[in-house]
């Protein structure tokens, strides 16, 4: 939290700093338009290299065009602003003094001209600034100066020199376009009068006339064309009637086939003959079907009607032939039309096979002639517009806002410095703090242990404060409170000690008369009985609980509590722990197994003469090495060495030492087993044959990842045995801002309700 107030701090300081020190500047605004109808109204046709039809690209064009050098050193030449501190100075403000007193020192000498216009041009082109207003064809133009009537001046001198460039553009690409065509043009004449006479000369030479723009071969051979294509339809049709006719004949058999052959052609023949003959025919057919089914097939009268019939069959037959020889002479005069025209169609294209290269020849020579002349022309307008255009020229530019002095400094505006300053500060501190957290390798939710570790994170513990002999944060108070037995002056009063569950009265008794009690001072081991309803008292009962359920599919009767590094609190976690078991009615014995420093044995029986080593040694027994806790009933096994044992590890592997541990299962419920921390002792991995499981103390926020998996992987005797990790001494409100994701599991707003008091 310091980190993020002073970076904010610092950072509005400057905004602060920069609003103090730096010149005011006046910005200008003036607008131009791209007046697209002027020029389709005044110029109807561009000549060649002139102007095209406006889109979105050529006004961003112009735009930059706006912002070129081309515009910026024509203003400057023109307002001769090289001899203005303001273009060629150091700057103003503080940081331009400072500039200008180190060029100062540094330079050789006067600056020449053309240092001095570059200079210029760099602090005008960086206060210029040219936008398009949307997708109009409006252009603004805005320029930031120390002086609001040199602001405004530059703006429309800006404007000024962008529309004489353009009319100075468009006079100079007239002038060049009318120069070219005009040499180009000669040359077309001349080619085109060239052409035109070499076409005259070849039509004399091959004796060419027209006919109508049609030469008179052409036109024979059209006419002859089209007289033979009749002749031929003629044959043809006359033909398809000589043929129809000859099939008819040819199958008449005399049974009456030629009537209905004749009968389906007789509309197309036109013969009133034969269509006599046939109704005729028809009728006696129909009065000898009628006879022969009155009076019988074989009646005279039946037998006249078929005779009539036959004879009306013959005449027909005789009809038909007489119109076949018709239709076959009419064949043949076809037949002879068209072998005529044939042969006047032979000579005729013979005829005009001698003038068909000349007339090829001639149709390019035309072409050639009528291209030069049409070229010759269209330069010939061409040329005109331009004439025209150079002593008209027209820019499509216009100035429609002028650019007037502003009243106010548009720059430094306290309005943006300073929010953006402390927007700014805001972000540059979180990101900090991010910073410093992604590269703090330390654990500081239970999701990261998992996830690193590959343990359960069986609870997350808090850090407990505490002042001389008080409690941490007047804890005392607020379970009196609770209890309902605040005094009225506010001095806070515990309530008397309840007997655990599972404890008789006459193990009260007993306890009451102990030789050598355990006294604890304000530390967590006294804290957990004082507030039962604590999140760290509910943290421990979470530790046991789920001892107890590994323990239920196997005997687990001691367990472990090591931690990677010194001093992350395992020694008070597992005398912690062991009074939360012990009160609730379970025989548990809490042994000091740190052989290098018994921390445990120095806060709880620092008078202690006896301990671990000499139960183990037979220099003493059991029962005279035992401390208890009369709130509790919890037994305690101290350490007690004079001087540092350099093997302690091989204590350990005796058989004494797993002799004495099966005397206590079989006495105790639960033994709990302070052990030296796992990095720099190797104590740890020779009590496997002794400890069923272990627990894992990380202190939060400290202990790296990288030390304690290294400590795992060298100890994998202990490691799969390790039952969890508790993460101890944790910023309770900053494990909610680094476990976003489950912020509100740390909320005491949801326990207080259960008696929690921290």
Known sequence: MTLLVTVVLVCVLLGGVIMLTTPARFTATGLLIIDTKKVQTIQQQAPLGTESPLDTGTVDSQVEILQSETIALNVIKQLRLTELDEFVGPGGGIPGAILGA?????????????????????????????????????????????????????????????????????????????????????????????????????????????????????????????ALTIVRAQKAEAQARFDRINGILQKDTGDGTIITEVGAVADSLHNDVITRLRQQYLDLSNREADWSNRYGPQHLAVKNLRDQMREIRRSIGDELKRIAETYKSDLEIASSKEDSTQKTLDQTVKASNDTSQAQIALRELESNAQSYRALADNFLQLYMVSVQQQSFPITEARLITQATPPLKPSFPNMLVVMPGALVGGIALAFGLAVFRDMSDRAFRTASRVQRELGLDCIAVLPKLSFDGAKSPRGVRGMVARALGKQPADGTPVRSPPQRPAGRSQREDERLAGIDRPLVFRPSPMRYVMEAPFSRFAEGLRAIKLAADLHSSSRTNNVLGITSALPNEGKSSTAASLARVIAHGGTRTLLIDGDLRNPSLTKQLT???????????????????????????????????????????????????????????????????????????????RATSRLVDSYLLIVEWGKTKIDVVQMALNDAPNVTERTIGCVLNKANMKAVSRYDLRHSEYYGNSYYSRYGYVD
Do not use: C
Not at 163 to 180: F, G, T, V
Not at 663 to 676: E, K, M
């Open 102 to 226: 180190i060029r100062s020192l540094l330079s050789d000498g006067p600056r020449s001209d053309f240092e001095l216009t570059r200079k210029a041009l760099e602090k005008f082109q960086k206060r210029l600034s040219v936008k398009r207003l949307g997708l109009s064809y409006v252009i603004q133009i805005d320029y930031q100066s120390e002086n609001p009537d040199r602001a405004a001046k530059i703006a429309n001198a800006v404007a000024e020199a962008y529309i004489n460039d353009q009319l100075e553009s468009k006079y100079q690409a007239s002038r060049r376009a009318a120069i070219w065509l005009q040499d180009r043009l000669k040359e077309l004449r001349s080619q085109a009068s060239a052409a035109e006479r070499a076409v005259v000369q070849y039509k004399a030479q091959n004796n060419i006339v027209d006919t109508g723009g049609r030469l008179l071969t052409e036109q024979q051979l059209a006419e002859i064309n089209s």
């Open 606 to 684: 620092p008078g202690a003469k006896a301990g671990l080593v000499d139960v183990i040694s037979g220099e003493a027994a059991l029962q005279d090495a035992l401390w208890t806790d009369p709130e509790t009933g919890l037994d305690f096994l101290p350490v007690v060495i004079d001087q540092w044992l350099p093997h302690s590890h091989e204590i350990m592997l005796w058989q004494s030492t797993e002799k004495l541990f099966a005397g206590l299962r079989a006495s105790y419920d639960r033994i709990i087993v302070d052990l030296p921390p796992m990095a720099p002792i190797v104590d740890v």
